[in-house]
């Protein structure tokens, strides 16, 4: 959810950009800026950034305040990985926000939970496949890339949900009774679109794909 139209106190202002700066001043540091340095690997970054800010502009609005759109967010971080991703949300963010308006105060609770809570979410769905289940092309497929990007977009959402509830003082039997059920139809749609892109990825363009290993996948031995 875009909660960049939303109006939020003061403190909460003051924490979301709090939070989002040392996230953002973090995955700057720990960023794999070598990777940019070749030519396919830079492109992607930067179309990835503009696909972004295409999809989030691709939105409905039910009600008063309730904008759903896909994230893309954890296609994005399983191509360049967590740091890059966090650096290039942050990227498309601001041009969001430019292109379509918004509250550059709600911003940073805006980022933390469009960017950083899903990027988080499929990352971890990552790891814990690699650390607990078989090696296995399809369980990359269908564990990180679709069950992962539709957890990602429903930790997401309930992170949206939460803010609007906590902090811009919407009723919480309206917020969780009529938004959050959308949340199922949306997963589905952020899953399919998630693992159709990097299904193809991998099968045609793997060297795009920071997190997937061919030796770790592909190799037979």
Request: aromatic share 14%; hydrophobic share 60%; charged share 10%.
């Amino acid at each position: 959810m875009d909660l960049t139209p939303v109006s939020f106190p003061a403190a909460w202002v003051a924490g979301g950009w709090v939070a989002a700066l040392l996230l953002i001043a973090w995955a700057a540091r720990r960023a794999p800026w070598s990777r940019l340095s070749a030519n396919e690997p830079v492109h992607v970054f930067y179309g990835t950034i503009f696909s972004l800010v295409v999809l989030w502009n691709l939105q409905a609005t039910v009600g008063e305040g309730f904008t759903f759109h896909l994230l893309g967010v954890g296609a994005f971080t399983l191509l360049a990985g967590p740091w890059l991703a966090l650096v290039g949300g942050a990227v498309a963010m601001a041009v969001q926000i430019v292109v379509r308006g918004g509250e550059w105060a709600s911003a940073g609770i805006a980022y933390v939970t469009m960017v950083a809570v899903p990027a988080a979410t499929i990352w971890g769905v990552l790891r814990f496949s690699e650390r607990w289940l078989p090696p296995n092309f399809f369980i990359y497929v269908f564990v990180a890339t679709f069950f992962g990007a539709a957890l990602s977009l429903g930790a997401a959402g309930l992170a949206g949900a939460a803010a609007l509830t906590l902090g811009a003082g919407r009723d919480a039997a309206l917020v969780f009774g009529e938004y959050v059920p959308y949340l199922v139809y949306l997963a589905f749609g952020e899953a399919t679109l998630t693992g159709m892109l990097l299904t193809l990825a991998v099968v045609y363009r793997p060297q795009w794909v920071a997190s997937f290993d061919d030796a770790r996948y592909l190799d037979d031995r």
